[in-house]
């Protein structure tokens, strides 16, 4: 950063022009730059007060002090001297960043008319928005106005139109903030493709496919009442695996982890709090036994829709015994059997 000689009120074109010569001396010239500067102040009939000042210090600085100009050469030649404000005895003041607006500004003219503050402007501003959480205590509804096309939820780009007097008609085509937080909110992510399995590739999905860039469209096939399903917002649905009594099953891609699951959900909806309790049964049953290598394994489970949804461990093929027509064997059937006991007790040989 520049330093200069330069006091606060010698901000005349003049002055500006000796300081900033000053500040470019370095080296030798001590003297030279010293009468130059003397002879300035006191020839300059338009100093100011701050400036005479300054100029009177250096006086007397020569006058009590006189230097040989012949010594002072030989000390100065060959070494780095930088003249600071320290020898005029002037303040530091760190160059002013606008210097440009300083130029046009002359201090000796009294009466200066102070310059006008902008107007504020009463028309739309446009402004990036900042992000914000979607969860955020701070959303309302009352929040500016959110102006976005249809298809573009990217919410860096968003148009704020600020509330305006003069603006009283919302454009047509508008969403509240609030809205737009949401509906990013449920916009399902990219399947990701996790690297850490071998055999991922074979699902042939496209891990960062078409579903996310549309969301609109895309929740208008999927969505519950309420436009929110965490089943299809966590999941990529790839294929019915199984039938139950009151259930269907699902072969599912988690899209953030990328690996595959089973997810079983109720048929029908389960208004009564009998009917969620009796289903929660079997989620607490497989939360409660734990990881075993011959149980499926439990993920989660939550309510959607009412109905309740249950993520698993995806098995090898079908549970279904439905190889009736085949022989198994008596070791196969032990092992049936087996798995079957831990349900009820521990297998004891
Ligand atoms: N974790 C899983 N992995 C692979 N396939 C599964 C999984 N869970 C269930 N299935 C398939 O879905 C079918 C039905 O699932 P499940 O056996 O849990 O239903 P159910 O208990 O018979 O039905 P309900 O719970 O409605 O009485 C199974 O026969 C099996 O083919």
New binding site residues.
Partial sequence: MKRKTLTKRSYTKRNRRASSTTANMKKGTLITHLQQVQHHQIQSSSATSAAAASSSRFQNVLDSDPIDPQLLAEDVDGKDFILSQDFFCTPDYITPDNQNLLYSFDCNKENIPCPKSPEKVNTVIAKKLRQVHPLSPTLSDQQPIVDIGKDNICAEEMLIEKPSTLETKRPQNYVSQSAVFLRCRVMPPPCIKNPYLTDASEVGIDPFGNQRSKCAGFFAAFAGGDGLSRYHTDFHEIQQ?????????F?VLKRIDGCLY?V?H??RQLHQDAERRKALM?VQALAALGYHENI?GYYSSWFENEQLYIQ?????????INRSSESITEGEALQVLLQVNIFHGPYKT
Avoid at 241 to 249: A, E, H, Q, R, W
């Fill in positions: 695996i199984g039938t139950g009594n009151f259930s269907c099953v072969k089973a079983k109720s048929t079997e499926v698993m461990e995806l098995c090898d093929g079908s549970l279904s």
